[in-house]
């Protein structure tokens, strides 16, 4: 009975830290910035087959989630990711979910040549220059190493950035102790100003 009570114990611990580390990093290196004109970026994640995987299904859920209905006339979704396999470039099969499986008719702009991280910001800089707000939509982790990239890459920019609905309690909950050691090893290289939070 008390190894089970342990075990109960030890799970309960890594949920709630699984859920503590992603909230934390779905709010590092976010404002509050105001303006109509608004930018949602949704990084792909490697896409060998004909239609969105698992992973690009959530993040576009979490990028259409993360318009702002108030701003949602002023709102551009940036779906960016090339192809990881001769195939449809992964920016191209998100947009294909968003309209044909979850209805969504605002406006789309697609990159679709990246295959990296570094690229994804690089790459998608020309189509944020004239927008008030920049959301990333992917894992919380996934996310905060692309704002923190924008943010070497054009601090200027990096000042619109506001928080994407990445991050809700409960959901993926079995999973996010997983990635959160995942997430752990993917920042390694951020700097300690790089994951403050903004509450």
Do not use: C
Request: aromatic share 8%; charged share 25%.
């Amino acid at each position: 009975m008390r190894l089970w009570t342990g075990v109960a114990v030890a799970g309960a611990a890594a949920l709630a830290w699984g859920e503590w580390l992603n909230w934390r990093w779905s709010r590092a290196l976010v404002g509050n910035s105001g303006g109509a004109v608004e930018a949602v970026v949704v990084l792909g994640y490697r896409n060998p087959q004909a239609t969105a995987n698992l992973i690009n299904r959530w993040r576009v859920r979490a990028a259409i989630r993360s318009v702002d209905a108030d701003r949602a006339h002023g709102t551009r979704v940036i779906f960016s990711g090339g192809a990881t396999s001769g195939g449809a470039a992964e920016a191209q099969l998100m947009a294909d979910y968003a309209k044909s499986v979850l209805a969504f008719d605002g406006t789309v702009v697609l990159e679709d040549q990246s295959r990296t991280t570094w690229e994804n910001i690089t790459n998608v800089i020309p189509l944020l220059e004239d927008v008030d707000r920049i959301k990333i939509a992917s894992q919380p982790a996934h996310a905060l190493k692309a704002r923190a990239y924008l943010r070497r890459q054009r601090p200027d920019l990096a000042e619109k950035l506001v928080r994407a609905d990445d991050y809700h309690p409960g959901e993926w909950m079995v999973v996010k102790p997983l990635l959160a050691l995942y997430g752990l090893r993917t920042l390694r290289g951020l700097e300690a100003d790089e994951r403050k939070v903004s509450l």
